[in-house]
C-alpha cells in the first residue's frame, strides 16, 4: 500500500486561473479531508469528504471546491487564483468519519501562483 | 470556534537534554488532543495522542484541562528527534482538525 498519493507534486499557476489538485487515500480509508499549509503555518483545515458528499468546511471561501469519487479519491478544486493561495495542499485520508482518528497525510502538492 | 497555540517557533537544545514542547488550547468543550510530527523530508505523521496515554518514542504528553495545555516531554533528547512538532486538536465528532503553528525542535549533537 503505498499510502495516500497526491498528484501533481508541484504546480506553478497564474493568477486567475484554476487549478485542480488530486488525492488517493490510503487502502481501505473512506474520508478525505484537505489542508492548506501556507509557509511557516501550520496546516489549515479546508474541508471534509465522506460518502461524496461535503461533510466540514473550514473557513475558505467558495473558490475552493471539492468532490469525491465512489472510489474514494478526491479533487480539490481552486478558481480564480490568488497570490495567496499559494501553498502546500495537503490530502490526508482516514478510516472514519464518525469521531476522531488517525489520519494518514499525503505528501503534498505545491501550488505556486505568480 | 477552537485555537491551538504553540508559542515557540524554533526549540534548541543539546543532545540528552530533557525538552519540552509547549501547546496551548482553547475550547470550550473536551477536545481530543494530539501531536504530530514531521521530519525531514517525510510526510506528516502522528506522533500521539491524549486518549491513549502511552509513550512513543519517549515522548509523553498530558492534557491539562485546568491550564488547557497538552505539552509534549522527553527526558532526554535524542538527535533523530529533530524534526517539526504540531499541536493539533479535534473538537470531537467529525474530524475538523485545528493545528498549531508548529515548533521546529532542533537537538544539537
Known amino acids: 500500500d503505498a499510502g495516500v498519493t497526491q498528484s501533481p507534486t508541484h504546480l506553478i499557476k497564474t493568477r486567475g486561473q484554476q487549478v485542480t489538485l488530486r488525492c488517493s487515500p490510503k487502502?481501505?480509508?473512506?474520508?478525505v479531508s484537505w489542508y492548506q499549509q501556507a509557509l511557516g503555518q501550520g496546516p489549515q483545515f479546508i474541508f471534509q469528504?465522506?460518502?461524496?458528499?461535503?461533510?466540514q468546511r473550514g473557513n475558505f471561501p467558495d473558490r475552493f471546491s471539492g468532490h469525491q469519487f465512489p472510489n474514494y479519491s478526491s479533487e480539490l478544486n481552486v478558481n480564480a487564483l490568488l497570490l495567496g493561495d499559494s501553498a502546500l495542499y495537503l490530502c490526508?485520508?482516514?478510516?472514519?468519519?464518525?469521531?476522531?482518528?488517525?489520519?494518514?497525510f499525503g505528501p503534498g502538492t505545491r501550488l505556486t501562483v505568480t | 470556534a477552537q485555537r491551538v497555540t504553540q508559542p515557540e517557533k524554533l526549540l534548541s537544545v543539546f543532545k540528552g537534554a530533557p525538552v519540552e514542547l509547549k501547546c496551548n488550547y482553547s475550547?470550550?468543550?473536551?477536545?481530543?488532543l494530539f501531536w504530530y510530527v514531521q521530519y525531514s523530508r517525510q510526510r506528516l505523521q502522528l506522533l500521539l495522542r491524549?486518549?491513549s496515554r502511552e509513550s512513543i518514542k519517549g515522548f509523553t504528553a498530558d492534557l491539562n484541562k485546568g491550564e488547557t495545555s497538552f505539552h509534549l516531554k522527553k527526558p532526554f533528547a535524542q538527535e533523530e528527534d529533530s524534526a517539526m512538532y504540531y499541536c493539533?486538536?479535534?473538537?470531537?465528532?467529525?474530524?475538523?482538525?485545528?493545528f498549531g503553528t508548529g515548533t521546529k525542535l532542533q537537538v544539537i549533537p
Open positions: 490526508a485520508s482516514s478510516l472514519t468519519a464518525g469521531g476522531p482518528d488517525e489520519q494518514y
Open positions: 491524549h486518549i
Open positions: 475550547y470550550s468543550g473536551s477536545p481530543e
Open positions: 493539533a486538536l479535534i473538537p470531537g465528532g467529525y474530524q475538523k482538525v485545528t
Open positions: 469528504y465522506y460518502e461524496e458528499e461535503e461533510r
Open positions: 487502502s481501505g480509508h473512506d474520508t
